[in-house]
């Protein structure tokens, strides 16, 4: 059973230009998170997913970030017009949880890296 | 607002030589504690769940306690492998998301 995998592993963009971070969950898995990690910070939550739907985006910037999760495909998390406070690790976590009583833990990818240049 | 507090913020161990992580927490109502351990560059693994005060879990060297208020990560007797960052996060029953502290950088010397 595949774990939850992230790609590009590494990514690299001009400030001003978008990037595109994938997230495909554990197989089962309907929720996804998406998490960001600064050097020496601890990670802090964007944006709460499950498919087609999005649960709670209390996290996330209000501009230039948004996120989704199709019904088929991966979760995308997209940075518009990005800038050097962008570079971060960002982490895609999925869950099978289903309801808000079911308890359960969530998984996590190993990121992706995004260095704004 | 709920919040994870982590001490100490580094440790420093001989290989064989005991030692606890501290996790304190302040949450509205407690669906769940988790322990993650990181290695560099890597992503959280996860380690454990604790839903109730009184519950402990163990794998290998590592044993989780929880209570009203804190966690607790025992290692007994650590080895250099088990050197890592270990992250501790609460979920609340009236929210979605885990809150995480800063964690607890381990280092176990040989």
């Known amino acids: 059973n595949a774990g939850v995998m992230q790609n590009p592993r590494h990514l690299v963009r001009r400030r001003g230009q978008e990037a595109r971070l994938r997230c495909s969950p554990m197989k089962g898995h309907s929720h996804v998170y998406w998490y960001r990690q600064l050097p020496e910070e601890g990670l802090k939550f964007m944006v709460y997913?499950?498919?087609?739907?999005?649960?709670?985006e209390s996290g996330m910037p209000k501009e230039r970030f948004s996120a989704e999760f199709p019904k088929e495909g991966p979760s995308i998390l997209r940075i518009q017009q990005v800038v050097r406070g962008d570079s971060a690790a960002y982490f895609c976590?999925?869950?099978?949880?289903?309801?808000?009583?079911?308890?359960?833990?969530?998984?996590f990818g190993q990121g992706t890296r995004l260095t704004v240049v | 607002e709920d919040q994870v507090t982590q001490s100490p913020e580094a440790l420093r161990l001989q290989e064989g030589e005991s030692s606890s992580l501290n996790c304190s927490y302040t949450v509205s109502g407690l669906r769940g504690l988790f322990w993650y351990r990181q290695d560099p560059g890597k992503g959280p693994e996860f380690l454990f769940t604790l839903y109730s005060a009184g519950e402990e879990k163990e794998k290998e060297r590592l044993k989780a306690t929880l209570t009203k208020k804190e966690s607790f990560l025992h290692i007994t007797a650590p080895k250099p492998e088990d050197s890592a960052t270990y992250l501790c996060a609460v979920q609340a029953d009236t929210g979605n998301q885990f809150y995480f502290g800063t964690g607890t950088s381990l280092t176990v010397i040989p």
């Open positions: 976590a999925s869950s099978p949880r289903d309801n808000l009583y079911y308890y359960t833990e969530a998984f």
């Open positions: 997913l499950q498919k087609e739907n999005i649960i709670d």
